[in-house]
């Protein structure tokens, strides 16, 4: 090979590499889950870029800045904070998010960490007035669907709580964190997508005094268990005793009944028949009853005008 | 082989060994372009196929064919497989006899009621991915975004409800409702997952009120079990006297049978008597008297007669001393 030869192919080996790496920095690929801004010299240059696949840009002058596309996370710390009708609660609230606007999102943010301090600051804020003019019950509840109870509950006083309207309710709530979050935050090129109520709990001694509250329910209800049981039981004990008088005493107005009828009887049939001769029946009976009543212990009396006696005389 | 006819064509000039070596490499290069793009997708799983970052293509499960060297990217999505997200406690080891930890996950089951009271309510959700291409472009982590939207959902449909209704009544209404509300909110997310199924698992009041609760249930059995005593007790009693009462009323009528039947029986005896007695009176009488007499006074001890002229008991006869 010539000198001339080795120099032109050093140039074109040269001028290719050269050639490649100007493309591939003119090259970008853009994912899914990515949209892009361009700036020039720092400048941005034409919008966003949103669809994703491969682009191209003027290398070396041009810079890509990638964003994410996808709905983000936010989850914000529990926080105490009073209702309107003081109770002081812990509320978690969690949020989604997106960046809508990277040209704002990059001039005024930049990173995810300061998008978070800012959706902090904005939320805790909104989160605590609207919270502040609510009524714990229109927190915690969601509708005025009726509540039920068990019966053993039911009948045990249920306090004002389960009476009151609510007009407002728990997602509307988080609607209204959300509808005044919203503008706030657009603020930095970001869409708010969603505000929710994640937790919602009483602070400790709140929760101390609902525990005993609901541990007083209870014994109460337990306590109604335990006298209907007694009442009960003595309502069966008297009816017992009812249901026995009334057995035994009316087997005895039924005996006595029969038994009278019977001697009515007897009399009757007795009459009959020794009204024939009273005077014979005395005497037979007068004999049978000394034939039943004397035997060896008894000394017997007989005056000497007794029948024997005259016997005994008539026979001397 | 298009490429490797036309390198074969242009490769003329050099020698035959530097030609042969230019084929074995062309060759290896081709089998490791194909080779390369190359994959399977599991019977479980679709693919996603990105060109250059955009979305091109899922593919059904299978030998597919990418264009490597990172043009192509393939992500595996398993579209049948059902995932579990556990609340209020985490299998440590699932198997016949699943051990559970229930350490400190009192902030996710512990939860306010409609009325004011606190339940501690322990769920499971299960999601399979839908729609693979929503489930990875759509919301960055889907996993963290499906808890919190639970725990979101379940809150809203204790809050409304009962203590009483959250721990006994209805269980199974509460988790068909977040069900229906979280597939809602999925759904706004668009995020590719379908819910399957919402259970509540262990539903309690809180650890410090249990045994007030556990006092109602024992409560309620002691309700019953007095009340039966009470019952057994009456049981006991009436049937008895049912029985005392008939054998009164039996003994009775006996009573009344023997009194009638003797009356008769009496009767009928003296009627007799006195039919055969009225026509020899006297002679019957005394006869009668006297064989009464010699019955009787074998028998007595001392007979004593008295002459009613005469006051007091003496002069007398003794018949048991004069006997002798």
């Given at each position: 090979m010539t000198e001339v030869s080795k120099m032109k192919y050093k140039t074109l080996i040269i001028v290719a590499v050269v050639a490649l790496i100007i493309i591939f920095n003119a090259l970008y690929v853009i994912d899914e889950r990515q949209q892009v801004i361009i700036t020039q010299f720092g400048d941005p240059v034409g919008g966003t870029i949103n669809s994703a696949g491969l682009h191209l840009k003027i290398p070396f002058i041009q810079k890509v800045h990638f964003f994410e596309k996808r709905i983000l996370e936010w989850d914000g710390d529990a926080k105490q904070i009073p209702t309107s009708d003081k109770r002081y609660i812990w509320l978690d609230t969690f949020s989604r998010w997106q960046i809508n606007d990277p040209l704002k999102f990059y001039e005024t943010t930049r990173f995810e960490t300061a998008a978070h301090s800012r959706l902090d600051d904005i939320i805790s804020g909104t989160t605590r007035d609207v919270i502040s003019s609510h009524k714990l019950l229109e927190i915690v509840r969601n509708?005025?669907?009726?509540?039920?109870?068990?019966?053993?509950?039911?009948?045990?006083?249920?306090?004002?709580?389960?009476?009151?309207?609510?007009?407002?309710?728990?997602?509307?709530?988080?609607?209204?964190?959300?509808?005044?979050?919203?503008?706030?935050?657009?603020?930095?090129?970001?869409?708010?997508?969603?505000?929710?109520?994640?937790?919602?709990?009483?602070?400790?001694?709140?929760?101390?005094?609902?525990?005993?509250?609901?541990?007083?329910?209870?014994?109460?209800?337990?306590?109604?268990?335990?006298?209907?049981?007694?009442?009960?039981?003595?309502?069966?004990?008297?009816?017992?005793?009812?249901?026995?008088?009334?057995?035994?005493?009316?087997?005895?107005?039924?005996?006595?009944?029969?038994?009278?009828?019977?001697?009515?009887?007897?009399?009757?049939?007795?009459?009959?028949?020794?009204?024939?001769?009273?005077?014979?029946?005395?005497?037979?009976?007068?004999?049978?009853?000394y034939e039943l009543t004397i035997d060896k212990k008894n000394t017997l009396i007989m005056t000497t005008d007794s029948d024997y006696y005259k016997f005994l005389k008539s026979s001397k | 082989m298009a490429d490797f006819e036309e390198i074969k064509a242009s490769a003329k000039i050099p020698k035959i060994p530097k030609k042969r070596i230019l084929t074995i490499v062309i060759i290896i290069a081709v089998a490791i372009f194909i080779l390369t793009g190359l994959y399977t997708v599991n019977p479980e799983e679709l693919g996603v196929i990105q060109r250059f970052g955009k979305y091109v293509v899922s593919t059904e499960p299978g030998l597919h064919f990418k264009i490597p060297f990172g043009v192509d990217k393939l992500t595996k999505v398993k579209v049948k497989e059902v995932f579990k997200e556990e609340f209020g406690f985490r299998t440590m080891r699932a198997?016949?006899?699943?051990?559970?930890?229930?350490?400190?996950?009192?902030?996710?089951?512990?939860?306010?009621?409609?009325?004011?009271?606190?339940?501690?309510?322990?769920?499971?959700?299960?999601?399979?991915?839908?729609?693979?291409?929503?489930?990875?472009?759509?919301?960055?982590?889907?996993?963290?975004?499906?808890?919190?939207?639970?725990?979101?959902?379940?809150?809203?449909?204790?809050?409304?409800?009962?203590?009483?209704?959250?721990?006994?009544?209805?269980?199974?209404?509460?988790?068909?409702?977040?069900?229906?509300?979280?597939?809602?909110?999925?759904?706004?997310?668009?995020?590719?997952?379908?819910?399957?199924?919402?259970?509540?698992?262990?539903?309690?009041?809180?650890?410090?009120?249990?045994?007030?609760?556990?006092?109602?249930?024992?409560?309620?059995?002691?309700?019953?079990?007095?009340?039966?005593?009470?019952?057994?007790?009456?049981?006991?009693?009436?049937?008895?006297?049912?029985?005392?009462?008939?054998?009164?009323?039996?003994?009775?009528?006996?009573?009344?049978?023997?009194?009638?039947?003797?009356?008769?029986?009496?009767?009928?005896?003296?009627?007799?008597?006195?039919?055969?007695?009225?026509?020899?009176?006297?002679?019957?009488?005394?006869?009668?008297?006297?064989?009464?007499?010699?019955?009787?006074?074998?028998?007595?001890?001392?007979?004593?007669?008295?002459?009613?002229?005469?006051?007091g008991l003496l002069p007398l006869l003794d018949l048991n001393d004069g006997g002798k």
């Open positions: 509708s005025n669907r009726q509540l039920t109870f068990t019966e053993e509950f039911e009948t045990s006083d249920l306090g004002d709580v389960i009476k009151e309207t609510i007009h407002f309710g728990r997602r509307s709530i988080a609607d209204s964190i959300f509808v005044l979050s919203k503008p706030l935050i657009a603020e930095y090129g970001i869409e708010l997508i969603d505000v929710r109520i994640k937790r919602l709990n009483y602070n400790e001694d709140v929760q101390s005094k609902v525990f005993d509250r609901m541990i007083s329910e209870r014994q109460k209800i337990a306590t109604k268990f335990r006298s209907e049981g007694e009442g009960k039981s003595s309502e069966i004990l008297g009816r017992m005793k009812k249901d026995l008088d009334q057995i035994e005493s009316q087997a005895y107005e039924t005996a006595q009944n029969i038994k009278g009828e019977a001697d009515a009887s007897a009399i009757n049939i007795y009459a009959n028949a020794y009204n024939r001769d009273p005077g014979f029946y005395e005497f037979l009976k007068t004999l049978e009853t | 198997g016949v006899k699943s051990q559970f930890s229930r350490r400190n996950f009192d902030v996710e089951s512990v939860m306010l009621t409609g009325d004011l009271n606190i339940a501690d309510v322990e769920w499971i959700i299960q999601y399979r991915i839908k729609d693979p291409v929503r489930y990875l472009f759509n919301v960055r982590n889907v996993e963290e975004t499906i808890r919190d939207l639970t725990e979101s959902v379940i809150r809203e449909v204790v809050g409304d409800r009962s203590v009483d209704e959250v721990i006994v009544l209805n269980r199974k209404e509460i988790a068909d409702e977040a069900e229906i509300l979280l597939q809602k909110e999925l759904n706004y997310y668009k995020a590719g997952v379908e819910v399957v199924t919402i259970n509540l698992q262990n539903v309690n009041p809180p650890e410090r009120v249990r045994p007030a609760f556990n006092e109602v249930n024992s409560a309620k059995q002691e309700k019953e079990r007095i009340i039966n005593q009470a019952w057994q007790k009456y049981n006991e009693i009436i049937p008895e006297a049912r029985g005392k009462a008939k054998r009164t009323i039996e003994e009775a009528q006996g009573y009344a049978i023997n009194r009638v039947n003797r009356a008769n029986g009496d009767a009928d005896r003296f009627m007799q008597m006195y039919n055969t007695y009225k026509n020899a009176k006297t002679v019957t009488r005394k006869r009668m008297y006297l064989e009464t007499m010699q019955k009787i006074l074998p028998n007595v001890e001392k007979v004593y007669i008295v002459d009613e002229e005469q006051k």
